[in-house]
């Protein structure tokens, strides 16, 4: 069930050895998936460009002497267009490639610890006791709220275990129920 992140006899070891407390011991570890995935964030970036690109075809389909008027420059909403795909493509293709080498994970007999290394190295550790959140979502598991600052606003966004395999996802959700449930006695 764990996914080594390291070799030989220290490879559920990482950053969090130095935090764990008497007793407790490191259940599973792992980190995120390799995958791409369209996001809202993606999406919304792409808009702008979709409209623009209707509005020029529409145009240039109404009246084919105008294409040249509409044209921003030598480039064209077309190429803007195609230049959005491309970077999103990119951006998307890095994204899936490099999570998973700066994100660990691991669940302890009484603690979550996750470990981000990009832009700063940090490590989150998060209880794990009866009010704990624990949510499922296919291949997910998030057991922590915390607020965010998204410009003047704050926020509330679910913390957990992103885009691990579906199995290991039921099988975390399961050793948490246990942990709360070693909670109450």
């Given at each position: 069930m764990t996914r080594r992140v390291?070799?030989?006899?220290d490879a559920l070891g990482g950053p969090w050895d130095a935090k764990l407390r008497h007793g407790e011991e490191i259940i599973w570890s792992g980190?995120?998936?390799?995958?791409?995935?369209?996001?809202?964030?993606?999406?919304?970036?792409?808009?702008?460009?979709?409209?623009?690109c209707l509005f020029y075809l529409v145009a240039t389909l109404r009246e084919p002497s105008r294409g040249e008027e509409l044209a921003i420059g030598p480039v064209g909403p077309v190429a803007i267009f195609a230049g959005f795909v491309i970077y999103l493509a990119g951006y998307s293709a890095f994204y899936a490639m490099t999570?998973?080498?700066?994100i660990r994970y691991a669940l302890t007999t009484e603690r979550?610890?996750?470990?981000?290394?990009?832009?700063w190295p940090k490590l989150a550790d998060y209880d794990i006791g009866l009010t704990a959140p624990i949510d499922l979502q296919n291949a997910s598991?998030?057991?922590?709220?915390?607020?965010v600052r998204q410009g003047r606003k704050l926020r509330r966004r679910a913390v957990g275990f992103r885009n691990i395999s579906p199995a290991e996802a039921e099988a975390i959700h399961d050793m948490l129920r246990e942990i709360q449930q070693r909670a109450i006695t």
């Open positions: 390291g070799y030989g006899e980190t995120p998936r390799l995958g791409l995935a369209l996001d809202w964030h993606k999406f919304w970036a792409i808009v702008p460009a979709t409209a623009v999570i998973p080498g700066i979550a610890f996750i470990y981000r290394a990009v832009p598991i998030y057991f922590a709220d915390e607020t």
